[in-house]
């Protein structure tokens, strides 16, 4: 069976409520829709896949809106970030940036969980924007342009977070023990 594209999917979706063409969508971009939450709330997974779940179902909810002036990537990553802001504004910031640590069991996982808990740690640091822009750059690859559609910023406020942020990114690991010859 041929992998039918988004679109297709889309309209399979909206206008006969296909369930098993919206699960493909979900399949595809579960993942990065995941790593950009888990970056948004510095790694927390629970909270994660809970937002990851609201925003898939917020997307079947209303993809009869979606127009396809953008991809259907960006327009369900822009889903996800208005499902955490959502979520940051009703809990309040501080409880945005909790995180559960799980160390799984032995120390074959310790030095892989200090890096991670630095990078989790320099990206508390940032301003909400700045680590959007960071995650969706860095950690997901993709363009300022389409960062600016994701998040209704102009490209040039994204380079401005883009660059404040890698320099206090920079600042910090450099000063925990990250720093190059």
């Not at 948004?40 to 809970?50: F, K, P, R, V, Y």
């Not at 940036?97 to 799984?104: I, P």
Request: hydrophobic residues 35%; aromatic residues 10%; charged residues 25%.
């Amino acid at each position: 069976m041929a992998t039918l594209s988004d679109l297709s999917l889309v309209t399979q979706v909206a206008v006969f409520r296909n369930t098993r063409a919206f699960d493909q969508l979900v399949r595809k971009y579960q993942s990065p829709v995941r790593r950009f939450l888990l970056s948004l709330t510095l790694g927390n997974e629970a909270l994660s896949d809970d937002l990851a779940q609201d925003t898939f179902l917020k997307a079947y909810q209303s993809i009869g809106q979606f127009r396809g002036l953008a991809s259907f990537q960006t327009w369900l990553m822009r889903i996800a970030y208005n499902v955490f802001y959502d979520y940051q504004r009703s809990r309040g910031a501080k409880a945005a940036a909790r995180q559960t640590d799980d160390l799984g069991d032995g120390q074959q996982y310790t030095v892989d969980y200090e890096l991670k808990a630095d990078i989790y740690r320099a990206l508390s640091l940032l301003k909400d924007e700045e680590r959007t822009c960071i995650t969706l750059q860095l950690i997901d690859g993709e363009s300022i342009d389409h960062i600016a559609e994701i998040t209704s910023l102009p490209p040039n406020t994204v380079k401005s977070h883009l660059r404040r942020g890698k320099e206090r990114l920079a600042t910090y690991l450099k000063q925990n023990g990250y720093d190059r010859p």
